[in-house]
T-cell receptor
Framework: GQNIDQPTEMTATEGAIVQINCTYQ??????LFWYQQHAGEAPTFLSY??LDGLEEKGRFSSFLSRSKGYSYLLLKELQMKDSASYLC??????????WGAGTKLIIKP | ETGVTQTPRHLVMGMTNKKSLKCEQH?????MYWYKQSAKKPLELMFV???????ENNSVPSRFSPECPNSSHLFLHLHTLQPEDSALYLC??????????????FGPGTRLTVL
């Protein structure tokens, strides 16, 4: 079967750096997405990786290793507003999006 | 209005009621999606429409009935629901279904409670 694994919950301190991991086993691979979802709000697109390596967008970076079936989202200079759930999703060989259950990130002052 | 909007934002209904959820996208996209989001579970894809034609129906019970009258509007008609159907229902749209880099944009969801 197809599976996406991410930690259920993480806690970090304001101003620090946090890395949220995502591992996947899917039938084929056509890219990996990260979304942010604040409680009670819409998931919003953060990043898309299809080639190995690091993609940087301001305070957020996303890394992909296709050979390891692994990605991470790196958040720097954490702010209280970064408290949210972070969803990892992989597009498989049928172009279906397979979703993880999300990682709830709690930022403490 | 911009992006993807959904109404109502909250809905409480009894098991014998009939109600509809509405989604509208203002992005000029050709594909629209319904998802179910339950606590601590992955998003479950329910239905996909591409150019107003249904292309995916992932074994969803018949008490959920989608309708896509045009590429900007999507409805989910609900009848004789069960308490386990209580969840957040998310609508999304994307430029074109099936592209590798095709990105989905979500509405804020309808929080549904079935009593």
């Amino acid at each position: 079967g197809q599976n996406i694994d991410q930690p259920t919950e993480m806690t970090a301190t304001e101003g620090a750096i946090v890395q949220i991991n995502c591992t996947y086993q899917t039938s084929g691979f056509n890219g990996l997405f990260w979304y942010q979802q604040h409680a009670g709000e819409a998931p919003t697109f953060l990043s898309y990786n299809v080639l190995d390596g690091l993609e940087e967008k301001g305070r957020f970076s996303s890394f992909l290793s296709r050979s390891k079936g692994y990605s991470y989202l790196l958040l720097k200079e954490l702010q209280m507003k970064d408290s949210a759930s972070y969803l990892c999703a992989v597009r498989d060989s049928n172009y279906q999006l397979i979703w993880g259950a999300g990682t709830k990130l709690i930022i403490k002052p | 209005e911009t992006g993807v909007t959904q109404t109502p934002r909250h809905l409480v209904m009894g098991m014998t009621n009939k109600k509809s959820l509405k989604c509208e996208q203002h992005l000029g996209h050709n594909a629209m999606y319904w998802y179910k989001q339950s606590a601590k579970k992955p998003l479950e894809l329910m239905f996909v429409y591409s150019l107003e034609e249904r292309v995916e129906n992932n074994s969803v019970p018949s008490r959920f009935s989608p309708e896509c009258p045009n590429s900007s509007h999507l409805f989910l008609h609900l009848h004789t629901l069960q308490p386990e159907d209580s969840a957040l229902y998310l609508c999304a749209s994307s430029q074109a279904f099936g592209g590798a880099a095709d990105t989905q944009y979500f509405g804020p969801g309808t929080r549904l409670t079935v009593l």
